[in-house]
């Protein structure tokens, strides 16, 4: 079945930086785009970056210049780096796979707080 496990998450500094794992597992992972998302308390999941099968990345304004998406095929995994890190970046993390007919899937999250 398909999983996708995150990690990385945790206390960051204002300024500071974080990089993100997800490791995906049940698919043929280098044949699907990947996608970060992130909901904070009390707002909506938005996305927050997509990587393309072929490697193209796409960012929400919110962190474009600060957040990159990668990925590692042979290790079926994206990850994503976070620089330049502020209190607003505060929320929950997940990491979603859209398969199309075969159905979207998501992780099961992993915190991340920014705060001094």
């Known amino acids: 079945q398909v999983q996708l496990v995150e990690s990385g998450g945790g206390l960051g500094q204002p300024g500071g930086s974080l990089r993100l794992s997800c490791v995906a597992s049940g698919f043929t992972f280098s044949n699907y785009a990947m996608n970060w998302y992130r909901q904070a308390p009390g707002k909506e999941r938005d996305l927050v970056a997509t990587?393309?099968?072929?490697?193209?990345?796409n960012y929400a304004d919110s962190v474009k210049g600060r957040f990159t998406i990668s990925r590692d095929n042979a290790k079926n995994t994206v990850y994503l780096q976070m620089n330049s890190l502020k209190p607003e970046d505060t929320a929950m993390y997940y990491c979603?796979?859209?398969?199309?007919?075969?159905?979207?899937?998501w992780g099961q999250g992993t915190r991340v707080t920014v705060s001094s």
């Open positions: 979603k796979v859209n398969r199309g007919l075969w159905g979207a899937y």
């Open positions: 990587i393309s099968a072929g490697g193209s990345a």
